[in-house]
């Protein structure tokens, strides 16, 4: 009998945990939003009867797929070049790829106000080139957030999908040109098909970091390119709205775990193998 269940019992421990520290509260922020007078949905009918937070919202998601189909394509040519690199070379570039990874989010941020601010690295070349006789205003722009957070999370996308890509049989694509499939066909009908969990499970990993981040859009976008995750954080911990708040985290939840959803739905359409 104990033996049946011994899989059980050691998963207990982490499924405890997991309920202790990420569902309860969870829950609890979510619980909070109905509990205010006008009606259970009267955070969610105030929050999106002001065209301020709809801006703020639809910016998010702008600035979160943008990120996520450059992400995706810049993080698949990478990794389909590392893939079918040399083992030797392969080495070399994840760790080149991986690199940005090894500071913090903060530090990485803060090097794109170096690089794009009036007084920066690249206008100061575009100047010294002659291609503008004035400074870009580049900063603060939801340009600059968008650039940031693709240097922040192409990288796990070329992870992602490394492992997708090299699992590839050789033979599968050899096979496929020895029948007469033009490169591109091969890519078409056999790669990219094979490839779908990775870009599916990278695209998730993508959109939800960019969706919730905060630190990135604070230094590049200040108060002009704000997101949820400012808004949330500006109603918390300087309005200390914590109902307003609870409100905007459970709207991100929401729309996060739709997107999940709709992308696992793609991802059973282009393959039905993929899960």
């Known amino acids: 009998m104990l033996k049946r269940h011994i899989g059980w019992w050691l998963a207990l421990p982490a499924t405890l945990l997991v309920a202790l520290f990420l569902i309860l509260p969870v ?82 941020s803060f090097a794109w106000l170096i690089i794009l601010g009036k007084n920066g690295i690249l206008n100061n070349a575009l100047m010294a080139l ?39 049989p050789d033979d599968l694509i050899q096979a496929s040109a020895s029948l007469g499939a033009s490169p591109g066909a091969t890519f078409r009908q056999v790669v990219f098909p094979l490839a779908v969990p990775g870009l599916i499970v990278g695209a998730v990993l993508v959109f939800t970091g960019s969706f919730t981040s905060y630190a990135t859009p604070q230094l590049l976008g200040g108060e002009k390119q704000m997101v949820m995750g400012t808004l949330m954080y500006q109603q918390a911990m300087v309005n200390f709205d914590w109902v307003s708040a609870s409100t905007i985290a459970t709207i991100m939840v929401v729309i996060t775990i739709a997107i999940v959803l709709l992308m696992t739905r793609l991802a059973k359409r282009l393959n039905p193998m993929a899960t």
């Open 27 to 108: 829950a609890a922020t979510i619980g909070s939003t109905f509990g205010e007078g006008g009606g259970p949905l009267a955070p969610y009918i105030s929050f999106l009867s002001s065209g301020f937070r709809r801006t703020v919202l639809w910016r998010t998601l702008e600035i979160s797929l943008a990120t996520t189909a450059i992400s995706l394509v810049l993080g698949f040519l990478t990794a389909y070049v590392v893939s079918r690199a040399p083992r030797n070379l392969k080495s070399l570039l994840i760790i080149a790829a991986v690199f940005p990874l090894l500071t913090g989010v903060v530090v990485r």
């Open 130 to 168: 002659g291609i503008t006789s004035e400074p870009f205003a580049m900063l603060y722009t939801q340009g600059s957030v968008i650039v940031a957070m693709v240097y922040l999370f192409t990288p796990l996308m070329i992870l992602t999908l490394v492992g997708v890509l090299e699992n590839i």
